[in-house]
């Protein structure tokens, strides 16, 4: 609190929150004793307070958060709250923010809670921190209200009851009032005696505020009041109930005619009977509202013992509320009081208590001037605080527990604050339900389960001491005594409703221990000597077990009970024993099995991750930026995370500084949003060049990439495959799946939802973050984190192994004989085939499979004609292997092997076909002059006219030649047959 100094040691108060109760202990050397005190909240004043919160630990030029919300509770309201936020950036590591409360003299705690979070990478708040500090406040009574409530009779006129003075009964002197006192202000101060009759009564109200709502608790205790006086319900089976009982919630009588029934249409069946004759439905009895033309179907038309509450709105600066109360014969006093709200602010604004006596408490036989009534309520003890019997007359057995239930661990100071919950469950006898009833309520031989509640919580009041004590039971955690305990008492199926169920005590201590420091194993010992025999046996046989709570982190290693190995979670002992020593080992859980404990582990149940350096809730294995708050996934692998990577999905780019849909990198241009290339590299992007190839051309007049779209008009004027760019995102709308979608270019699952967007850009069901193979719908985990999916690493927990090629169970890398051929991997050229393990000529073939061992251009002959298929012209001819003369025909089937331009010599003159004009006469290749006649049989080879060779002249006679007339003859014949045989050969 600021200018505060409560301690008066000269420094302005600091208040710091503490997770533990109680502050650290300090050891005294003169008698070797321990002393701890226990924290108490500090007391603050009625008043206007200057608050100021200080926040350490900032990060300048963070922005953060911070919300201060005072709540405080008091006598006479409920919570008033102020919530305060306010955001700043910090400009150092230090920031400090004051408020005001005000605490009144009737506030009882005040409580600030602070929070403070910062803003995160998507522009919401993270929490950082959060604290809470407590005051004790005054807490007084007020006597001073702004209404003046009262209480008025009529007995022949509007008579004031008078009030029982408020500061009397509500002192704060600490010192206990006795009886003797006590009784004598209550005779002192009696209001009013009243005699048999049903009374008209009223509250007045002076000083309230036109228009304002107010509520009128009332509380009316009448000790002495029993089934005679009280107004009652009958049953349908003829049983009463108090009549405040009907329409509470809960079935009091057998048949549930006191709550609303319903048939099975849901319609409403049972009625409530006015005293005029006419009905209502049960569920109008007692809601508030008077239904019944004589309002009998409220409680308060007739008090008795109860409470009601009364709604008024005020029309003037005064008000009443009539009502009647019922006094009986047997009515020796009551006690009433009332309490008016004001609604809007939730406050009470006047209270008062009013005593008045009844026809019983004339009677006073033995002469003392009090009222035998009231001496005989004393001397029953009634109001007493207990019960004048013991809580284990109607014990029936015993169990006995030790539970483990926290263990909050400092990872700094490798030190733990534990706690320990021990405590005896006791099986109660039934009886001590009616026990109760008749001590306690109605006695009717049904504790309900309201009755059970109030009883709980009256036997919690008188049995339990606030706060630590001292007597608790000595266990021992790792050697070190317990700082604190706090007691717990309570029960399990005390009520009549709980059926079949046992009736159960459970009383004992919840043990807390400060810096509790480990064993070596991490383990915690827990130890309780016993009662070494000098305590009672043990009046049941029971049993005693240890187990440990979720919030521990831990589990149960071992136990022993009297120095024996016990191999359960419980030991038995019989009646009569003493209950010996007990130890029990604690060792941290392991949930996923990652070798990592619970309490150490960031993700217990994750067993592939289990730190988060910079605590972003994303595990170090999976969080490609461990250190890095702001990014845990690099899809593209570019090096630049998801979240600020503007190209996620592009390996090349991660920022687009101009926005004009081209990366930075590949953007000639990138601060000019209106360019991004420059073909020819002048220095003008291509969207303001006319010539954007630099060919002299202009792009109005080109078409350069031959698509039939001129540069000038063409978003890609060198890519034939596009044209046009729709959403100016840098991909053609051809091969873009969200042409006219700026943000998305590509969406690898088909599922209509683009890559940029889509949380799971494969499909497969796993999310981009989860996901170690998100662009592989076929891979989701790579659990060992070596690059090989799950599904198709022999070895998925193993980052060391993933294939086996021999199915030996041996991972490969470990495997010195992979394909188990026999030959060792390092002397095997093929250490995954069984089938091979040496290639002599070292082309890549195994000598087995390897046509031509000794070959190294050689390994298959598919023709099997003894030449290499990478030799042989004819691979699948196994007559050919050679076309020497590369004309398409093999050298064995080429007549002319060596000559391209001939492969055949039909008449076998040795001239190819090809060349030969008479491939089919041997004695013939050439026809010099085309006349049909092969050049060995014409004449004039040449056709020129001129016989190739000249005839001899003829003789005269003489010379004995050729007879005159048969030469010429066969000269003839010649030259027309000749003559023929080409005409023939020309018509065919």
Known sequence: EVGHDYDNDGETDDYHYDHFPYDACEFSEDDMVWYCENMVDPQIDAGNHTMEITVEGLEPGMNYSLEINSYMTGMYSGNDDMTIEVDFTADSDVMSEEFVIEVMNSTCNVNIGVQLHEENYYGGHSHVAHDNF???????????????????VDDGGWTTVNPAPLDLFFSSDEDDVSDEDMLMLMLDNFGYVFEEGNWSMRWTMDGLTNGSEYMLEVEVENPMMGDSGERVFFCGNGDEIPFYWVNDGYDDCEDGADEQQYDEDGDPINWFDCMDGSEVWIYQVNDGYDDCPDGDDEYSGSYGSGEEFHYYTATDDHGHIEWNLEVTEETCFMVLNAALLEMEEGHMVSMVLVMVMGPMAAIDDNGDEIPDCIEMMMSDGEGGGGPDWDMDDFAIGRNYEAVLEYVDFDESLNESHVGLFVA?????????RLKIDHDFFNGDDYLNDTEAMEFEMLWQTNALT?????????????????????????????ANESGDEAIVWIAGWTLHYSNVTANDNGELIVFFA????SGDPEEFSGTICGSAGELSGMVPVSWSYNGSAVESDCVEFEAGDHIESIEITFGAIDSDGDGYNDIEDRFPNDPEEWADSDDDGYGDNHDMFPDDPTEHWDSDGDGYGDNGDEYPWDAGEWVDSDADGYGDNSDAFPTDPTEWADTDGDGTGDNADTDADGDGVSDSEEDSDGDGVNDDQDDFPFDANETTDSDGDGVGDNSDAFPDDANETTDTDNDGIGDNSDEDVDGDGVTNDLDDFPLD?????????????????AFPNDPNEYADSDGDGLGDNADDDDD?????DTSDAFPTNPNESRDTDGDGYGDNADAFPNDAGEWNDYDGDGVGDNSDAFMTDPYESRDTDGDGLGDNADAFPNDPNEKVDSDGDGVGNNADAFPTDPSETTDTDGDGVGDNADDDADGDGVPDEPVDPVDDGDSGGILPGFTALTGLASVLGAAILVAGRRKD
């Not at 790792?478 to 199926?493: L, S």
């Not at 188990?820 to 060792?824: E, K, M, P, Y």
Request: aromatic letters at 6%; hydrophobic letters at 25%; one cysteine or more.
């Open 820 to 824: 188990n051929d026999g030959v060792a």
């Open 134 to 152: 407590n005051f004790q406040a005054p807490c007084g009574m007020e006597t001073d209200f702004p209404v003046d409530l009262g209480l008025e």
């Open 530 to 533: 016993g009662d070494g025999g």
């Open 777 to 793: 719908s076929g891979q989701t985990s790579d659990t060992d984190g070596d690059g090989v999916g799950d599904s198709e690493d």
């Open 466 to 494: 606030d706060g630590c004590d001292e007597s608790g039971p000595n266990f021992t955690v790792n050697g070190f005594d317990v700082d604190c305990a706090e007691q717990m008492q309570m029960f399990e199926g005390l």
């Open 424 to 432: 005896q469950h006791t099986i109660m006898h039934d009886d001590l």
